[in-house]
């Protein structure tokens, strides 16, 4: 089983996932987790850098008993002409699973196609199924539930939008998206979650999109890659802004969530990102224990 997207995974996986990283979650400190991968390895492909990524991979290797070894883009022959192929060929001989963090979606897809080990999206530039998993874990902290669950995405329709889309189809929850016209999330994910039953709305009106909501998420506005671009984002994504003004329209107890790293005073003000409603350490922590919760399953169960 790989976790390429989480459209990959059904209603029941998901919840599975979740329910089991709460229990590793509550047991950390009593060696919940056990050695359950002991003597298996992950390789770790990065072709870009990450700090919560590359953390919560091999401290959950490390609480599962398990080894994972970081191979940045600089470490690997991919760069000198070995073939996606061949690079999943080679590595599933000698480990157990491989979670990669990519630019192009495809890579992370051809790494599937031919690795004989499970193959984890670490994050491409068409989703992030692993941030979508800490997110719906923390969303489901605070409230107790996720269907019917109001969610406004506010900024750039990037990865981790595009999964949240589908995740938000899978499990009946209501979402509006409110992007600048041209930063609109992919159609053909929009298309996959309307086979999925999906309610996303995509919208332009920030204020609009938050009315109501449960939840609001953003991103940053410059992603990387995107950073000859700036200057002119920062410009068309000012309106979106998360701050407190935009806050007082979304319900009473709502959570306001990012995947980090933020650009504090862009796409959230400091009194939002450190106030009371902001559910963004809890949502950062989480990663670990999905991700042990994913771990645990795929290589567990090979």
């Given amino acids: 089983m790989n976790l390429i997207s989480i459209a990959d995974l059904t209603k029941e996986d998901i919840l599975e996932f979740l329910d089991r990283?709460?229990?590793?979650?509550a047991g950390r400190d009593e060696g919940v987790a056990g050695q359950?991968?002991?003597?298996?390895?992950?390789?770790?492909?990065?072709?870009?850098?990450?700090?919560?990524?590359r953390v919560s991979l091999e401290v959950a290797m490390t609480d599962l008993g398990g080894h994972a070894l970081y191979?940045?883009?600089?470490?690997?022959?991919?760069?000198?002409?070995?073939?996606?192929?061949d690079t999943a060929r080679v590595l599933s001989r000698f480990v157990h699973g491989i979670a990669a963090?990519?630019?192009?979606?495809?890579?992370?897809?051809?790494?599937g196609l031919h690795a004989k080990v499970p193959v984890i999206n670490s994050l491409s530039d068409l989703e992030h199924p692993c941030q979508i998993?800490?997110?719906?874990?923390?969303?489901?902290?605070?409230?107790?539930?996720?269907e019917g669950l109001k969610v406004a995405w506010v900024g750039d329709g990037n990865n981790v939008c595009n999964s949240t889309i589908l995740a938000a189809a899978l499990l009946d929850m209501e979402l509006v998206v409110a992007c600048p016209p041209g930063y609109e999330p992919?159609?053909?994910?929009?298309?996959?979650?309307?086979?999925?039953?999906?309610?996303a709305e995509v919208i332009s009106d920030p204020k609009e999109a938050v009315k109501g909501a449960d939840v609001v998420d953003t991103d940053t506005w410059i992603s990387m890659g995107d950073e000859e671009d700036a200057a002119r984002r920062k410009q068309i994504f000012?309106?979106?802004?998360?701050?407190?003004?935009?806050?007082?329209?979304?319900?009473?107890?709502?959570?306001?969530?990012?995947?980090?790293?933020?650009h504090r005073g862009h796409e959230i003000t400091d009194e939002v990102m450190d106030g009371p409603q902001s559910a963004i350490l809890d949502q950062s922590e989480n990663?670990?224990?999905?991700?042990?919760?994913?771990?645990?399953?795929?290589?567990?169960?090979?």
Avoid: W
């Fill in 21 to 25: 990283a709460d229990e590793l979650k």
């Fill in 36 to 53: 359950v991968l002991a003597g298996k390895s992950l390789a770790t492909i990065f072709e870009k850098p990450s700090t919560r990524t």
């Fill in 71 to 85: 191979l940045s883009s600089k470490d690997l022959q991919l760069g000198r002409g070995e073939t996606i192929a």
């Fill in 101 to 111: 963090r990519v630019f192009d979606h495809t890579t992370v897809e051809e790494l």
């Fill in 133 to 146: 998993l800490a997110d719906l874990m923390t969303m489901r902290e605070h409230f107790g539930r996720l």
């Fill in 186 to 199: 992919n159609g053909k994910i929009l298309e996959r979650a309307s086979l999925l039953g999906g309610r």
């Fill in 238 to 262: 000012l309106p979106y802004q998360v701050n407190s003004d935009l806050m007082k329209l979304a319900s009473d107890d709502a959570i306001v969530m990012h995947c980090l790293p933020a």
């Fill in 287 to 302: 990663r670990l224990h999905s991700v042990k919760a994913v771990l645990e399953k795929l290589i567990k169960t090979k």
